[in-house]
């Protein structure tokens, strides 16, 4: 076996059938980002606007979210999605590039999304799904699976505050609404 795995056939053989099916993979990975891209633009949601592709990186993505419940709703969000190399296999990453006041948003900007988590995730899930799980999220904060535990408490037991200090943050840090 030694002789005709090291045989300089064998490896010809072996390095082409491995560059094929990455260029493979490779046009089914552009493929898919290329057809997501294109679905969003076409869905036109009033939630996700200004999608914009880096140019000198095509995996990095930044859109707007522009809540449309209050607190957020006087400002719009500045988001970056990161696209692993093995997408749809594993799932974007998802950051705040605004400031936003939310429990489920860390200062940095990390989100706390189930649908993201990589045992959660599924090859199937499309990005339109990712922005509405995102979005349910700034509308519906989830105090129990806090970033941010200071806010998680100030939301549960002073909503009224609460919602008054993210108001004000929106229309500080926010970006402008299309």
Not at 76 to 91: G, M, N, Q, S
Request: include cysteine; charged fraction near 25%; proline fraction near 10%.
């Amino acid at each position: 076996y030694v002789e005709l795995l090291c045989s300089p056939k064998f490896l010809l053989i072996f390095e082409y059938t491995v560059r094929e099916h990455w260029t493979f993979c490779l046009m089914a990975f552009s493929r898919r980002l290329i057809t997501e891209l294109e679905d969003i633009r076409k869905l036109q949601l009033p939630y996700f606007t200004n999608i914009q592709v880096n140019q000198s990186n095509f995996l990095v993505w930044q859109g707007l979210i522009v809540p449309q419940e209050k607190p957020y709703d006087k400002g719009a969000f500045l988001v970056e999605i990161t696209f692993a190399p093995e997408y749809p296999f594993k799932p974007p990453r998802v950051i705040f590039r605004t400031k936003i006041y939310h429990p489920n948003v860390s200062e940095d900007g990390q989100i706390c999304l189930p649908l993201l988590q990589p045992e959660n995730w599924k090859p199937a899930t499309r990005l339109e799904q990712v922005i509405e799980s995102l979005v349910a999220m700034i509308h519906s904060p989830q105090p129990d699976h806090p970033l941010r535990p200071d806010l998680a408490a100030e939301y549960v037991q002073n909503k009224k505050k609460f919602f008054r200090v993210a108001e004000r943050f929106t229309v500080e840090y926010g970006e402008s609404r299309p």
